[in-house]
């Protein structure tokens, strides 16, 4: 099937450190979205992109559509503890029928 | 806005019986529910898409006889695992579209752990 390759796998960063990670596919995406899961819990929907090129921002985070509608990246600004999770990126396929395909996830972990 | 419940948030059971679980748009209507499954340290895995009034969509490889969903309302889907076995213990999460959105956005419940003695 469809798989998107997400990475990194897991981060582990200072307080106050930048933090980028990004999805890619070789298959282009109509949607793309960012979700933040605690342990225990379901995905929280961070940021939602639409059109290749779109660059959202929902606090400290930032995420772009790619160009080629084949990746997106995020970016986390300044982290801070309660930043710590695994966050999952989502694409609804071009001509599909809407179901979103999951990546595996990045875990990052924040050191105070 | 955008608020999904799931019920029970935990449930232990024994091998043999069926179990329950509801999952509910509380401030939208939701046209399309999504059934997912995901096991430690790993991604979520797609189980069916439900939607309102008619019958599950299921993956490949997901039995329908054994994960039995209901979309019976707007606000309203059921997950039923019958005959359950340790096997299937795992966390179960519910998700969402709102009814009439042009986007795929996706709403999820905070999931219900499964433990199958």
């Known amino acids: 099937g469809q798989q998107l390759n997400q990475s990194p796998q897991s981060m582990f960063i200072q307080e106050g450190e930048d933090v980028s990670m990004n999805c890619t596919s070789s298959s282009i995406f109509n949607t793309w979205l960012w979700y933040k899961q605690d342990p225990g819990e379901g995905p929280v929907l961070l940021i939602a992109?639409?059109?290749?090129?779109e660059l959202t921002s929902n606090g400290r985070l930032t995420a772009q559509f790619g160009i080629t509608r084949k990746d997106s990246f995020l970016n986390i600004s300044a982290s801070i503890p309660s930043d710590v999770g695994i966050y999952f990126c989502a694409g609804q396929l071009a001509g599909s029928q809407g179901n979103l395909i999951f990546g595996k996830g990045t875990k990052l972990s924040v050191k105070p | 806005g955008a608020v999904v419940s799931q019920h029970p948030s935990w449930v232990i059971c024994k091998s043999g019986t069926s179990v329950k679980i509801e999952c509910r748009s509380l401030?939208?209507?939701?046209?399309?529910m999504f059934w997912y499954r995901q096991f430690p340290k790993q991604s979520l895995m797609l189980m069916a898409t439900?939607?309102?009034?008619?019958?599950?969509?299921?993956e490949q490889g997901v039995e329908k006889d054994k994960f039995l969903i209901n979309h019976a309302s707007l606000t309203l889907s059921t997950l039923t695992v019958t005959s359950a076995h340790p096997e299937d213990s795992s966390f179960y999460i519910c998700?969402?579209?709102?009814?009439?959105?042009?986007?795929?956005?996706?709403?999820f419940g905070p999931g219900t752990r499964l433990t199958v003695t």
């Open positions: 439900s939607n309102e009034g008619s019958k599950a969509t299921y």
């Open positions: 401030d939208f209507q939701a046209t399309t």
């Open positions: 992109l639409y059109k290749a090129g």
């Open positions: 998700s969402a579209s709102p009814a009439g959105w042009s986007s795929y956005e996706q709403y």
